[in-house]
């Protein structure tokens, strides 16, 4: 299975810190149409996480928007890096 981590905290969150082969998309970019996702297929299994959970869940509705339909909240660094690594 195809999956691709989204890490939607802002640069200097990032750079804090991510999850390894995480991409660093925030909302703004993802309401901006996310240009970084145009090579990836739209039926790719999207991990999306954030700090506490609420900027993911935002950004999955803006990537369902976007075509993405198999999307999942994984809310933070470290319940990524448990459940889906």
Same mark, same amino acid.
């Given at each position: 299975?195809?999956?691709? &981590?989204?890490?939607?905290?802002? +640069? &200097?969150?990032?750079? *804090?810190?991510? !999850?390894?082969? *995480? $991409?660093? $998309?925030? +909302?703004? /970019?993802?309401? *901006?149409? =996310?240009?970084?996702? @145009?090579?990836?297929? /739209?039926?790719?299994?999207? $991990? !999306?996480?954030?700090?506490?959970?609420?900027? #993911? *869940?935002? #950004?999955?509705?803006?990537? /369902?928007?976007?075509?993405?339909? @198999? !999307? &999942?909240?994984? &809310?933070?660094?470290?319940?990524?890096? =448990?459940?889906?690594?």
């Amino acid at each position: 299975m195809t999956r691709t &981590i989204i890490d939607v905290r802002e +640069p &200097i969150e990032f750079r *804090a810190g991510h !999850v390894k082969g *995480a $991409i660093n $998309i925030p +909302p703004r /970019k993802l309401l *901006a149409g =996310a240009g970084e996702l @145009n090579d990836i297929p /739209k039926s790719t299994e999207l $991990i !999306v996480y954030c700090r506490t959970g609420n900027r #993911s *869940a935002v #950004s999955i509705n803006i990537l /369902k928007t976007l075509g993405y339909n @198999n !999307v &999942i909240n994984g &809310i933070n660094k470290d319940r990524v890096e =448990a459940e889906y690594l």
